[in-house]
T-cell receptor, first 117, second 111 residues
Framework: DSGVTQTPKHLITATGQRVTLRCSPR?????VYWYQQSLDQGLQFLIQ???????AKGNILERFSAQQFPDLHSELNLSSLELGDSALYFC????????????????FGEGSRLTVL | GDSVTQMEGPVTLSEEACLTI???????????LFWYVQYPGEGLQLLLK?????DKGSNKGFEATYRKETTSFHLEKGSVQVSDSAVYFC??????????FGKGTRLHILP
C-alpha cells in the first residue's frame, strides 16, 4: 500500500460526458502528479501540483483540467470525453519541493480505469 | 525534449536466467534516472534510482548503473524468479523536474 488513494477505481461512461477523478496523496506529501497510461502511448505525464500551485504541464488536453485543494487532495476533470480517452489514470505524490530538492521517489496510487463507450 | 527509450517486450525468460532490460535516454543537463516496476493490478513503485554519473542503484537483486558516456541505465538481475514477472519502466527527471517514463517492458518469467 503506497498510501496514495484514488477514486473511483473503475468508471464507465459515454462519449461527450464529463468525469472527475480524485486523488488523496500520502500524508505529508505536497506534490501531486497525474499520468495517463494507455497501451499504445505508455505512461504520459499530464500535470503536476505542489502545495496547491501548478508546477509543470505535460501532454494534457484542453478538455482536461486539474486542481489541488488546500487539504492537498487533487482532482482531474475530463470533459467532452472521446473513445480515445479510455485509459488508466494514475496519481502519484512525493514529499519534495521539485524546485528546491529535485525529484525523488514518486508514490503511485492504484489508478482509475476509465472506459468511454 | 527529454525522452527515454527502452527495449520493447514482452521479454520471456525461464526462472534463474539472467536479465537485462536496455534503457537509453536523451536529456539536457544531468537527470536523475529511475527504474519503476508495476505488478499486475497495482500502481508503479520505485525499484531503484541513481542521481549522478557512475552511480549504481540496486534493490531486490536488481542493479542499474548510470552511464553518462553511453546515456544508458540498463536494468540487470543475475537470476530471475517467477515473482519478478511485471512491467518495468525506465524513467528520468528532466530539468523541469517532471518524471519522464519509457513505454515499459513486460517481463514474463516461466517456472
Amino acid at each position: 500500500d503506497s498510501g496514495v488513494t484514488q477514486t473511483p477505481k473503475h468508471l464507465i461512461t459515454a462519449t461527450g460526458q464529463r468525469v472527475t477523478l480524485r486523488c488523496s496523496p500520502r500524508s505529508g506529501d505536497l506534490s501531486v502528479y497525474w499520468y495517463q497510461q494507455s497501451l499504445d502511448q505508455g505512461l504520459q505525464f499530464l500535470i503536476q501540483y505542489y502545495n496547491g500551485e501548478e508546477r509543470a504541464k505535460g501532454n494534457i488536453l484542453e478538455r482536461f483540467s486539474a486542481q489541488q485543494f488546500p487539504d492537498l487532495h487533487s482532482e482531474l476533470n475530463l470533459s467532452s470525453l472521446e473513445l480515445g480517452d479510455s485509459a488508466l489514470y494514475f496519481c502519484a505524490s512525493s514529499v519534495e519541493d521539485p524546485g528546491l530538492a529535485g525529484v525523488g521517489e514518486l508514490f503511485f496510487g492504484e489508478g482509475s480505469r476509465l472506459t468511454v463507450l | 525534449g527529454d525522452s527515454v527509450t527502452q527495449m520493447e517486450g514482452p521479454v520471456t525468460l525461464s526462472e534463474e536466467a539472467c536479465l537485462t532490460i536496455n534503457c537509453t535516454y536523451t536529456a539536457t543537463g544531468y537527470p536523475s534516472l529511475f527504474w519503476y516496476v508495476q505488478y499486475p493490478g497495482e500502481g508503479l513503485q520505485l525499484l531503484l534510482k541513481a542521481t549522478k554519473a557512475d552511480d549504481k542503484g540496486s534493490n531486490k537483486g536488481f542493479e542499474a548503473t548510470y552511464r553518462k558516456e553511453t546515456t544508458s541505465f540498463h536494468l540487470e538481475k543475475g537470476s530471475v524468479q517467477v515473482s519478478d514477472s511485471a512491467v518495468y519502466f525506465c524513467a528520468l527527471s528532466d530539468r523541469d523536474d517532471k518524471i519522464i517514463f519509457g513505454k515499459g517492458t513486460r517481463l514474463h518469467i516461466l517456472p
